[in-house]
């Protein structure tokens, strides 16, 4: 489970139907992320590239840019990642410290066989920097 009662498959199913709406011209490697917070809500984002490569956003900071849109004081419980073109697709390093700001809490991506693998966050960046450092 994603989350009670969202299987991880029905996450991974979402990231790979958002991944088909990816704005990937310069890599062509489309991806698609869909976390679910901790209030319940799926939000999903794909990446979005640019001429000026380094204005690119990724599908997993796409998502949570939208859920904090939605509605400020979320957190994630899991997101799910799809690439396209590559399974497993983990997240890049600048997604990894955005996702460890909003307390995300597992990541599921798809195995080589297509299978839901789930990560605790921990794992996926341990002695990581977060908001409570700055004594907030
Ligand atoms: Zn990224």
Redesign the pocket.
Known sequence: MASPGIPAATLIDRARDVARHSYSPSSHFP?GAALISDTGEIITGC?VENAAYGEA?????NAVTTMIAQAAGQTIAAIAIVGLKAAPCW??????Q?LREFNCQKVIVEGEGGEPATLAFSDLLPHSFGPEALGS
């Open positions: 991806v990446n956003i990724c599908a997993e900071r997240p890049c390093g600048a997604c990894r955005v």
